[in-house]
């Protein structure tokens, strides 16, 4: 039997992902966790960054900031889009975020999976027609700070009081263009701090990553296969040492019927093997799966995880059509 992965390559067609969000949001993570899962060689993804359409001197000059959807080359990105899902190549253009600059284009693509992560991804209408999944991606202000400032002082070599400051002159804008995809979005992932406190041990140990991760899921129209979800009690008792909780509800959000879960602190790894087993054996890919590294995982992991079941559920679907 052929598996998920195999039946994509054959199908001939070309499925597109859109993450929205803030900068410094998480997009990248919970993007590449989806591509490893999913087989990094039948995976490409790129920003959204690259298709601004003033570079940073020109936005200081203008008093604009890149979550004005003016100041990006939307329609480019559709024609880009379009062009993937036909199974063709494109010239991206490239935006190097050490000099703000626009540095000319590099080919790219095409590949079986297209995940394209940005600020407004799914703004227009035209790329909402274009995306076969879209997440929104919305951490708590605290969080989406301390990740911000994180990377761009860190990688991108920014100084903390500028970061700051920029953050502070993007939220109005970040409410009227950014956070108002969510209502188009069929799965949002809300992340916040943990409730549970780590214990530390040692004090060289660096603080743990814990969260509390909610997942805002559409609920599907089409029947899906049933996914054993089974939690083994006696190895919660016997291997654990770490808080976590899972919590289900039904709800209502942007008019659209959704469930929620809600996870939070970090779970051991052979709590969740037999879903990432299961997972492996469908898409054929458990070898990049099964590598991990640490014995527990944190909510994100664990998010990423189900994630990558829904997008697995909404392909079958799609293939299926």
Request: charged share 30%; glycine share 6%; with cysteine.
């Amino acid at each position: 039997m052929q598996s998920l992965t195999e039946r994509i390559i054959d199908s001939g067609k070309v499925f597109i992902f859109a993450v929205a969000g803030d900068s410094g949001s998480g997009k990248t993570t919970l993007s590449s966790g989806i591509k490893r899962i999913l087989g990094e060689e039948n995976v490409i993804s790129f920003s959204m960054d690259d298709y601004h359409s003033l570079d940073r001197r020109q936005r200081k000059d203008f008093g604009i900031t890149p979550l004005n959807p003016a100041a990006n080359y939307l329609d480019l990105l559709a024609d880009h889009l379009e062009a993937l899902r036909r199974g063709e190549s494109i010239d991206k253009p490239v935006y190097d975020h050490n000099t703000g600059q626009i540095r000319g284009t590099v080919p790219f693509g095409p590949a079986p999976v297209v995940i394209v992560e940005g600020l407004h991804p799914f703004y227009t209408e035209r790329l909402r027609h274009i995306t076969d999944i879209k997440i929104f991606v919305d951490p708590s202000r605290s969080v989406k700070r301390l990740w911000k400032v994180r990377r761009d002082v860190g990688e991108r070599g920014y100084r903390p009081e500028d970061v700051m400051r920029e953050i502070l002159q993007r939220e109005p804008d970040y409410k009227l263009y950014v956070d108002i995809q969510k209502i188009y979005a069929e799965i949002v992932v809300k992340i916040q701090e943990s409730r549970f406190h780590p214990r530390i041990l040692e004090i060289e140990q660096p603080k743990p990553e814990w969260y509390s991760v909610r997942l805002i899921q559409q609920m599907l129209d089409q029947p899906v296969p049933e996914v054993d979800m089974t939690i083994d009690l006696s190895k919660i008792l016997l291997s654990s040492e770490h808080e976590f909780s899972l919590e289900f509800e039904r709800d209502d959000y942007y008019a659209k019927k959704v469930g929620v879960m809600t996870i939070d602190g970090e779970i051991h790894q052979s709590m969740i093997d037999h879903l990432e087993q299961k997972l492996g054996r469908t898409l054929g890919t458990y070898a990049a799966i099964s590598d991990r590294r640490k014995e527990y995982v944190n909510a994100i992991g664990v998010a990423q995880l189900i994630l990558t079941w829904r997008c697995v559920e909404k392909l079958e679907h799609l293939l299926g059509t």
